[in-house]
């Protein structure tokens, strides 16, 4: 597996932990915690997956310098406390600076989340 060398700073209970990283495509998991939860009933909120598929998007691309410009991306099926989600992004075109990744996060065989991100590679970072 590749060393990351973006999102160093991550906190692998919110935003995952990578599971496998190449050039082009990384996976990311997490178990979902109780912190996670929208409700009494254990409902994670959509933003903890998302960030999840984020994580994997962004260490697809795997610069220092790479953000997320745009998502298109689906809710498909809840996610509960204690699930382990998995999320995998993949490189599916990349135009200069500009990476487009297919994206999706999976609890077991059911898919929660799916669609596009688009990052972008910047000669510094974003906040200089």
Known sequence: MQRPNTHLAIDPRLCGEPVSLEEGRA???F??????????????????VFGLADYAAMLAVNHPFVVLGSADVRFTAPVRVGDEVVATATRIEQKGKKHVLEVG???GERTVLS???TAFVLDKHVLD
């Open 31 to 48: 178990v979902a915690r109780p912190e996670m939860a929208a409700d009494e009933r254990g409902l994670v909120h959509g933003s903890f």
């Open 105 to 107: 996060a999976v609890v």
């Open 27 to 29: 996976v990311t998991r």
């Open 115 to 117: 669609g596009t991100m």
